[in-house]
T-cell receptor
Framework: AQSVTQLDSQVPVFEEAPVELRCNYSSSVSVYLFWYVQYPNQGLQLLLKYLSGSTLVKGINGFEAEFNKSQTSFHLRKPSVHISDTAEYFCAVSARAAGNKLTFGGGTRVLVKP | GAGVSQSPSNKVTEKGKDVELRCDPISGHTALYWYRQSLGQGLEFLIYFQGNSAPDKSGLPSDRFSAERTGGSVSTLTIQRTQQEDSAVYLC?????????????FGSGTRLTVV
């Protein structure tokens, strides 16, 4: 079984400042890693995913994440946030095998202030 | 269709009544998932369908919850004798396969309120 911990439930940040959202996972098998964003009153949208290869993954809207196997982390970063980045962000993990579903972290709510 | 469609978008029901929530996945997506998102909580896995395989029901919280997927496409999640703790947003997602490497495409959810 897998588990995901998002260390920050809320992250306030000023517009144009950088932001980092922390995600740690545990798993006994190799995993795929994902970040999703949920804007108010909407479903979840895939931001980026790590499957294999380069540990630095670039996604939509200027976000990127780095997979660190030794630290079992997959932190999400953006160098300069906009008001429109105000949303909830979910880290998720899936085992590298058929028949496995995504396990989500508890989410991090990002509030961008002007 | 272009995306995952869920209906209704909002549902208010009286305690003890049964409700049915519908999910229409993206055409060609063989995997379909139901999750529940309670206020201030993360996403709780409920059930997973993959092709013609038996569904993974391991996340269903009680026997009042059931789901079916007809013809490998549309899915219905049924909650019998609803309780107030069932109030949540129910999210459906589909993906191309069940290998775990495809991201999910989520619907906008059904917000269920039990009064």
């Amino acid at each position: 079984a897998q588990s995901v911990t998002q260390l920050d439930s809320q992250v306030p940040v000023f517009e144009e400042a950088p932001v980092e959202l922390r995600c740690n996972y545990s798993s006994s098998v190799s995993v795929y890693l994902f970040w999703y964003v949920q804007y108010p009153n909407q479903g979840l949208q895939l931001l980026l995913k790590y499957l294999s290869g380069s540990t630095l993954v670039k996604g939509i809207n200027g976000f990127e994440a780095e997979f660190n196997k030794s630290q079992t982390s997959f932190h999400l970063r953006k160098p300069s946030v906009h008001i429109s980045d105000t949303a909830e962000y979910f880290c998720a993990v899936s085992a590298r095998a058929a028949g496995n579903k995504l396990t989500f972290g508890g989410g991090t709510r990002v509030l961008v202030k002007p | 269709g272009a995306g995952v469609s869920q209906s209704p978008s909002n549902k208010v029901t009286e305690k003890g009544k049964d409700v049915e929530l519908r999910c229409d996945p993206i055409s060609g997506h063989t995997a379909l998932y139901w999750y529940r998102q309670s206020l201030g909580q993360g996403l709780e896995f409920l059930i997973y369908f993959q092709g013609n395989s038996a569904p993974d029901k391991s996340g269903l919280p009680s026997d009042r919850f059931s789901a079916e997927r007809t013809g490998g496409s549309v899915s219905t999640l049924t909650i019998q004798r609803t309780q107030q703790e069932d109030s949540a947003v129910y999210l459906c997602a589909s993906s191309l396969g069940g290998q775990g490497n495809y991201g999910y495409t989520f619907g906008s959810g059904t917000r269920l309120t039990v009064v």
